[in-house]
């Protein structure tokens, strides 16, 4: 603790946490995010596509570079806001200057010239600031630059008006979430200040100082000060924690760090307000139909728990109750609802806790079929009567000590080497939630029994202490409020006596079974030793016309786990249409009834996930090394012996039509995105084009294809971490239980990617179909080739380059969007630069034109570059070549995509790192001078808004005036477009 107040946690080593499971899958927007609702699991057009160039090869080398973090937690929050949106407004201009480095974009331009990134959020209760560096040298540096956030901020006036345009447009990108939507309904229904809109708009801003004219001098100042105020007094030295992490720094030279140039920050002794819990007793229990944007059906059960998380984490009450009510094994809650096909998944999680009140919210998540919409008393009554099943027989000490076992071997031997700033985030949070020497292991281990503490959290998961939310587009004509911010309409409904009286008196005609005892848990956690011969590369162990199996053994992390890849290609996949969605039905409903198979291996940290992709599909087993071929056993044992019935088929095309709509209700960056893979990509299948065909979906022609799908099927195989040759050999008798019948197949081609026409610039204008989203979007890529080594680096060093001017430019001065994006992409085997934004202020054509504004004025700053500023650059970039593999996961993958391209290059890294060495300043001003020459596909999608604004497009640049153009606006126009354009070779060359 420094002499101030504020707490500091100093990391030398690389921390040991849980490594990013490859098999988990991302959502954005949280817990009750439902998006994924019938959508494929992976949508990406090819494995090859990325946004991240260039790629890493399998092992890092001798001279390979770790990142310096730093992470710093104030604990303030939105629960502490004066006006709607406070705290997180302060967040936003902290980041704009301080009086010693007065240039707005001065911190994101150093962290980017030196390969760091950044971000921060705030919460109810934590404003959270942290960043990464991939050069040691300049970590003091970054840190005399962040800590003065802390000590003098400027405010200044015209920045404050800029800011609150993009706090105007991150609020409205979430219009149409219908998870911002249910949150914020649930905060309404409660106290203030849990109940506080933590985002804040310029209308809760401007209606917050309203006694001076909008927009006037008096109301600027008025918002000014009273920002100023907030941050004098919130942000006190005592109530923040700082995090660094470095292994090129000693821990004396970082205590040296903090000291410097945090010491200064003011210790303002500022007490933390005591707040109200949420919800009055007599409020409770509570029904309300949700009506979202996009067609879902869920039912959530929220239940408002006092606990006091500060004194009783080691006993981990929440996380038990947790683990025990997600098992989906014989007898579950899970397991009898499915049966009955009432839901496709039920999930746990908590959302709004406040340490400050001793409060957590424990919610249960269900995603309903259509039948089970029909039932949802019924499924109510189950889950009362699954809890009273549990609190009649008490917390299982025997149980509690399985996942406490569970907890350790999670801990000591699944976690890997840690470098990403989420973690130093997530540390800096955890300073205030966990005693000092359990900062790092809180989250995870179970410390002590304690059987109070259980049954006062499960008392609480009861039917007089629930809220309970029906989300459905069933309710459009019912519900008669609307939530004042998000827009989340509802109606509020108490629970008829009736039915409490059901759900509190035990039926005896339910029965139940609490979990048994989990045969996943490893018992032999040894680590094989590694003979001198093995390679530190993939080594191909078989190969014939069938099966591929590669094989490379873990010398690097020395875990008790591996990952097992399989990929199958299946002939004609990518091709068909109906196939393509036949097969899409398969796989999904398969990895839904799998999952309630596998749970006990689920909760021993072994994972399994089912990507599917246009030339087949991939299964991603992953674990500790004892017990995951058990896993693979059991999971193909099941794919070979499953079926949807015709009774359950219309329930398996209704998960994917409805992902299919939600589609358009999705944000319109993701859209365009998605419309851009179309363009280029050829076979491709639009989501339009997949639900037109979803009406020619017939159950026998359906079983004909299944019957005869994976015949002709090509298995590649890869096994990455602690398991031997011989061991990894074995797993050939896997892949052939898995797909028991398949025999030789045929061609099985790879998409390919259209050829621009030269000088020809495309435009793709689409009007959006959700005319409730006031946003509009473009995506403009400019062609650059065939990838090569050049290619690669030239545009990856350029697009390192320009990605912070750039989005200072048009995000921060400009305004042009919440969302201002530029990268290098990879598009299957060619290579393309990006710029993209979003925005529900400027149209598509106005943010074209500021763009080709901004290259131009780029292009001037690149031929004034100094020679030793470039050097820094490319230092940065080596630094992201070389960067050391941080778990197995980083080693699979990108030995991964050398196998699937067949080039192989497993050294890649290193030669990327000598070529870009020999790059010259020169080369980069005549890659960036020649930019404007190449073709580009401009995809365009306009608000309802915006619709005037479409038409014909002059620019201002005389080079883009001499193009060609060619304007698309239907998918028709566009299918004829790619049937006359060339296409770029099928395979991807060895460069």
Not at 14 to 37: C, F, M, R, Y
Not at 280 to 303: G, I, K, Q, S, T
Not at 416 to 440: Q, R
Request: charged share 25%.
């Amino acid at each position: 603790v420094l002499e101030n107040g504020l707490s500091t946690l100093l990391i030398q080593n690389l921390i040991q946490t849980k490594e990013a499971d490859p098999t988990e899958q991302q959502h954005q927007d949280g817990a009750v995010d439902s998006s994924k609702d019938g959508v494929p699991q992976d949508d990406r057009s090819s494995p090859d596509d990325e946004q991240v160039m260039p790629d890493h090869p399998s092992q890092a080398s001798e001279s390979s570079s770790t990142k310096c973090l730093c992470a710093l937690n104030v604990n303030v929050g939105f629960t502490d806001d004066l006006f709607p949106g406070n705290a997180h407004f302060v967040e936003h201009l902290l980041f704009c200057g301080s009086h010693k480095f007065p240039e707005e974009d001065h911190y994101s331009t150093f962290l980017k010239t030196h390969s760091g990134e950044h971000n921060a959020f705030t919460s109810a209760e934590d404003t959270n600031f942290f960043y990464d560096i991939s050069v040691p040298q300049q970590f003091e540096q970054s840190l005399n630059i962040f800590s003065q956030f802390f000590t003098c901020p400027l405010f200044k006036k015209d920045t404050i008006k800029r800011e609150l345009k993009a706090i105007d447009s991150e609020f409205t990108n979430a219009l149409q979430n219908d998870s911002w939507a249910l949150m914020m309904i649930v905060r309404s229904l409660g106290f203030p200040p849990f109940s506080n809109f933590g985002c804040g708009n310029s209308s809760t801003v401007h209606n917050a100082f309203s006694q001076h004219e909008k927009e006037s001098e008096a109301q600027n100042s008025a918002i000014q000060d009273q920002l100023r105020t907030f941050f004098e007094t919130h942000y006190s030295s005592h109530r923040m924690n700082l995090i660094l992490m470095s292994t090129e720094h000693s821990l004396d030279e970082m205590e040296h760090l903090a000291q410097t140039y945090f010491s200064s920050i003011e210790r303002r002794d500022a007490p933390l307000q005591k707040l109200p819990f949420p919800f009055p007793a007599d409020a409770l229990p509570m029904r309300l139909n949700v009506c979202p944007v996009r067609e879902l059906r869920n039912l959530f059960f929220f239940f408002p728990i006092q606990w006091n998380s500060l004194t009783e984490y080691k006993y981990q009450p929440i996380r038990f109750w947790t683990h025990i009510l997600t098992f989906k094994s014989e007898g579950s809650l899970f397991e009898k609802l499915y049966e009955k096909g009432w839901i496709k998944s039920l999930d746990v999680s908590s959302q709004h806790s406040l340490s400050h009140i001793d409060f957590y919210c424990f919610e249960m998540h269900l995603q309903l079929t259509e039948a089970g919409e029909q039932h949802e008393d019924e499924i109510c009554h189950y889950v009362f009567q699954y809890l009273h099943k549990i609190r009649s027989e008490g917390p299982s000490r025997e149980l509690w000590e399985e996942a406490q076992q569970l907890s350790e071997i999670e801990f000591n031997h699944y976690q890997e080497k840690e470098t990403s700033f989420d973690y130093a985030s997530m540390l800096a949070k955890n300073m205030t939630l966990y005693e000092p020497g359990h900062i790092l292991s809180g989250p995870y281990l179970y410390f002590e029994y304690n059987e109070d503490s259980l049954a006062n959290v499960l008392k609480q998961l009861s039917p007089d202490n629930v809220i309970i939310i029906s989300q459905s587009q069933r309710h459009e004509t019912s519900v008669d409020q609307t939530e004042e911010h998000y827009g989340g309409r509802y109606s509020r409904n108490s629970v008829p006596n009736e039915i409490f009286e059901k759900w509190i008196t035990e039926d005896p005609n339910l029965s139940f079974q609490i979990p048994s005892t989990n045969p996943y848990i490893p018992d032999d956690l040894q680590v094989y030793e590694v003979p001198d011969t093995v390679k530190d590369e993939p080594e191909l162990l078989h190969s014939d016309e069938m099966i591929d199996l590669w094989w490379m053994q873990d010398n690097q992390f020395r875990r008790p786990k591996e990952i097992i890849l399989f990929s199958f290609l299946v002939a004609g996949q990518s091709t068909k249409i109906m196939e393509h969605l036949y097969s899409q039905i398969f796989l999904t409903s398969f990895s839904q009834m799998v999952s309630g198979k596998i749970t006990h291996a689920q909760k021993a940290n072994l994972s399994f996930d089912l990507s599917i992709h246009n030339r087949g599909f991939d299964c991603v087993f992953f674990g500790f090394s004892q017990k995951l071929p058990l896993l693979v056993s059991k999971v193909f044992k099941e794919l070979n012996a499953y079926s949807i019935s015709e009774d359950d088929f219309p329930s398996a095309v209704d998960q994917i039509v409805r992902g299919l709509k939600n589609y358009q209700k999705e944000m319109p960056v993701y859209q365009i995105l998605h419309k851009a893979d179309n363009a280029l990509y050829s076979p491709h299948f639009s989501f339009p084009e997949l639900l037109e065909a979803c009406e020619k979906i017939d159950f026998e022609k359906y079983e004909e294809f299944v019957a005869n799908w994976l015949r002709e099927v090509k298995t590649r195989v890869l096994v990455v971490g602690n398991c031997t040759k011989d061991q990894a050999m074995e797993l050939m008798a896997s892949a052939k239980q898995a797909i028991p019948k398949q025999q030789p197949p045929g061609t099985i081609e790879r998409p390919q990617i259209v050829k621009l026409k030269k000088n020809t610039d495309f435009f793709y204008q689409m009007q959006a179909d959700n005319k409730d989203d006031t946003n509009s979007s473009i995506v403009i890529l400019h062609q650059l080739g065939l990838c090569s080594t050049q290619t690669d680096l030239m545009s990856s060093l350029y697009g390192k380059i320009v990605a912070a001017p750039f989005f200072d430019q048009l995000r921060t001065k400009e305004s042009c969007g919440y969302i201002v994006h530029s990268t290098p992409m990879r598009k299957h085997n060619t290579m393309w630069l990006c710029f993209l934004a979003q925005s529900a202020e400027r149209d598509p054509t106005y943010i074209l034109s500021r763009i080709e504004s901004f290259l131009t004025i780029f292009h001037e700053t690149l031929c004034k570059m100094s020679q030793d500023e470039f050097e820094q650059h490319k230092e940065g970039l080596i630094q992201n070549i070389m960067k050391q593999d941080d778990s197995i996961t980083d080693v699979m993958s990108r030995a991964w995509k050398e196998i699937d391209r067949e080039t192989l290059d497993f050294h890649r890294r290193e030669r990327y790192r000598d070529a870009l060495k020999n790059i010259s300043l020169q080369e980069l001003v005549s890659f960036s001078e020649q930019l404007p020459r190449k073709s580009r596909m401009i995809l365009q999608l306009f608000s309802s808004n915006d619709k005037d604004k479409k038409g014909e497009y002059q620019s201002q640049d005389p080079v883009h005036r001499n193009k060609e153009q060619v304007y698309i606006t239907t998918k028709e126009e566009m299918a004829e477009q790619k049937k006359i354009l060339a296409k770029y070779p099928m395979h991807f060359s060895k460069f």
